[in-house]
């Protein structure tokens, strides 16, 4: 498996491999899976192709025509290709072609790749490479192989390899070949045991299997196995984490009958939600434990997380420590203080005229602090007068001391990096406490692989006083009027006394900004950039608009300018805010009723249930307007009609998993390295991530470090390698 490949295919062949597709060593190119399988006479669906995009089709030749070019010299051949389904594609090649012609010839079955184009509405692919696979009314024997690179294909099922233009699929099938033939047989890492009952094929057949199936039956045999691998690395890396994390010693934070908890509770305006009080046990039986806690508290937005997490900090200041929220932007962490200073009122003002004795304070840390008020801040961090600290990045700075950080808070778990969570948790003598939310839903089965040594709590109920939120799309490109339209009902939504958002993908004035706020590259796929804020305020104010009071918001204003502009919009002094994505979690304006998302299409499923999120907060109705040019039946329109079809975000979580790679899900993309994780589904393969979990954590309470399980231990550090692990802890 590690031979290089130039060593089996030689050198020009290798570069090229390397060059295009990142396959350096025989195991690169065994684990390099093909992407589907044709059989003749089973369509490619022509009609499915995409005008620009690299395809591989099978197809039969049906006609061909030979004729000399108008504008210059030569002649133009023509040849028709049918899918079996009633699509047509015609293949077109310049120049002397007449023996192209009578290779060509009706009858004849083959594999075309090229790049898609249209004329006179009708989809071609102009100078095809292609191979031909035989099977023509008149073949003689042999003749199949004309072309040299046939064998592969010999089967019912062709292997159909993701592939580039220079390294088409036929010529990864020969190398294959050639690979499989000089293989030893891999030392098959999976326990004799597990394979045993899971009625698993050994490893050897299955690589052999998923490139040259001789039936369907077989193909599945394979491709589960090889799932089966995949799984199981996973959950045994979860499972060895969840242990060792279950392992550490940490300070016990016991609840206490007559602490600031139960003061707290007596003095709530209102009852706590069932789910509510559910998390509130999970969570304190959790903290009251000699090990740190690792909990995900995931609820929609507005389900009342904020609370929860309060309860657990005031547990926490309770037995005498610390907690600690870090929120994943300014904005939001001083939104945050003053939530927490509203909920507690003279509790959270300990020492102050009209605090209460028996209370804590509340320091609020950021970046953009002035030096006085930092100074002050960190005193009373330092010293544990401050219970509860809330802040940004900045909490993880030098010159930050906890006295005793008991527990750590993360909002918004996706704006974090292992290595940010790390530098809080070592403020701490030993591991704090850590409870994760997040308010973007996430499937059963991507909690189970991606947060799998999480305990997790779910809040489902909404509280009382959240109103439904209507999304529609609006086709701004096909129906201009509609466009219009929008902007007369946010007009209509501020005469009501009532206030809007309008959200764009990019800041504008060039420069783009980290954290996500910049949607959509500028012009990166040929498409105009994105609508930007700083470009989009003016023409409101002097347009469909004009005379409203308008203010714009985005992670490049002053901290003071973010904070008043919040400030005034939450006191109703804005009529419409014009942001990017910084609006995305935790601004919470009753008030607002209304949000038109530009370039919706330029945003992701998740994010686009986010920013809805932020309107029908209050009793009057939410409106969200998604606002696109993309064209009718495109996969962007369609994701976009699902989402204003739904506000379950559940089922959006997994709409969004069906429209991303699932490799971005399990850090693929995270590390910039391939991930050999490539046929797992987290949405197909419930059942086997379950059943693989189970293994996983029988064998690890057998042999914790895989000790006896040496080439297991070695298969798993190839298919989840540290840094992947550390992107998958999410603890």
């Not at 975000?649 to 069906?658: I, K, Q, S």
Request: net charge negative; aromatic share 4%.
């Amino acid at each position: 498996m590690e031979t290089p490949l130039a060593k089996v295919v030689g050198e020009k062949t290798a570069k090229a491999l390397a060059g295009h597709l990142d396959l350096h060593t025989v195991g690169d190119l065994i684990y390099h899976f093909p992407r589907r399988y044709d059989e003749r006479g089973e369509h490619t669906d022509i009609r499915s192709l995409t005008v620009g995009e690299q395809v591989t089709v099978l197809g039969q030749v049906r006609r061909t025509n030979l004729r000399p070019m108008r504008q210059r010299r030569g002649n133009l051949l023509e040849v028709l290709v049918e899918d079996g389904s009633g699509g047509v594609l015609t293949l077109t090649f310049f120049g002397r072609q007449a023996w192209r012609e009578k290779e060509l010839r009706p009858g004849r079955w083959g594999l075309f790749a090229g790049k898609v184009t249209e004329f006179r509405n009708q989809r071609q692919l102009n100078g095809p490479e292609y191979v031909l696979l035989g099977g023509g009314p008149d073949d003689a024997p042999g003749e199949a192989a004309a072309n040299g690179e046939i064998e592969e294909f010999a089967g019912a099922l062709i292997p159909v390899y993701p592939a580039a233009a220079a390294v088409p699929t036929w010529v990864i099938a020969r190398c294959v070949r050639v690979a499989l033939d000089t293989l030893t047989p891999p030392e098959d890492p999976l326990p004799a045991t597990v394979r045993a009952q899971r009625k698993l094929i050994g490893l050897d057949t299955a690589l052999r299997e998923i490139h040259r199936p001789s039936s369907r039956e077989d193909l599945y045999r394979a491709r589960h196995r090889l799932k089966w691998d995949e799984a199981f690395a996973v959950q045994l890396t979860l499972v060895q984490r969840k242990v060792r994390a279950a392992s550490w010693p940490a300070r016990p934070r016991p609840r206490r009958a007559d602490g600031l908890l139960a003061t707290f509770d007596g003095r709530l305006p209102y009852e706590l939600t069932a789910g509510q009080r559910r998390v509130g046990e999970e969570v304190a039986t959790d903290l009251a434990t000699a090990h740190p806690m690792h909990r995900l508290l995931q609820g929609e937005v507005g389900s009342g997380k904020t609370v929860c997490a309060l309860r657990a900090m005031l547990q926490v200041v309770d037995a005498g420590g610390q907690a600690a929220l870090l929120a994943p932007t300014e904005v939001l962490a001083a939104q945050h203080h003053r939530g927490i200073l509203d909920l507690l009122g003279p509790l959270g003002r300990a020492g102050e005229l009209d605090g209460d004795a028996g209370g804590t304070r509340t320091a609020l840390v950021t970046g953009s602090l002035g030096a006085a008020a930092r100074r002050a801040a960190l005193a009373e961090v330092a010293a544990g007068r401050a219970g509860i600290v809330v802040g940004t990045h900045a909490l993880l700075y030098e010159g930050v001391d906890f006295a005793d950080l008991g527990l750590v808070v993360v909002d918004e778990q996706h704006r974090f990096g292992v290595e940010q969570r790390d530098a809080l948790r070592a403020k701490a003598e030993q591991p704090p406490h850590v409870l994760v939310m997040t308010a973007t839903p996430i499937p059963r089965t991507v909690a189970m692989t991606v947060y799998g040594d999480l305990e997790i709590s779910t809040l489902t109920e909404l509280p009382r006083g959240r109103s439904p939120i209507a999304s529609h799309v609006v086709p701004a490109a096909e129906k201009p009027a509609f466009l219009e339209r929008a902007w007369r009902r946010l007009r209509e939504e501020v005469q009501a006394g009532h206030q809007a958002y309008v959200v764009c993908p990019r800041i504008g004035d060039g420069a783009s900004t980290a954290g996500g706020e910049e949607a959509g590259g500028p012009g990166e796929d040929g498409r105009r950039p994105p609508l930007a804020v700083t470009e989009v305020a003016p023409l409101l104010v002097d347009g469909p608009l004009h005379g409203l009071r308008i203010e714009v918001l985005h992670g490049r204003l002053p901290a003071d300018e973010k904070d008043r502009v919040m400030r005034s919009f939450a006191a109703g002094a804005i009529d419409v805010l014009v942001a990017t994505t910084v609006v995305e979690v935790g601004v919470d304006v009753p008030n607002a009723t209304v949000m038109i998302v530009l370039d919706a299409d330029r945003f992701g499923v998740s994010q686009l249930h986010q920013l809805r999120g932020r309107v029908g907060r209050g009793a009057a109705a939410g409106l969200c307007l998604l606002v696109t040019e993309a064209a009718e039946g495109t996969p962007a329109r369609e994701r976009l009609a699902a989402v204003a079809s739904t506000t379950d975000g559940f089922r959006l979580a997994e709409l969004d998993l069906e429209q991303r790679r699932e490799g971005d899900v399990l850090g693929a993309s995270q590390s910039g390295r391939r991930s050999h994780l490539r046929l797992l589904s987290l949405l197909r393969d419930t059942e086997l991530i379950r059943d693989a979990r189970a293994e996983a954590i029988a064998l690890v309470d057998e042999d914790p470090e895989l000790d006896r399980h040496p080439a297991l231990a070695a298969s798993v550090a190839a298919l989840v390698d540290e840094e992947r692990a550390e992107y998958l802890e999410k603890g």
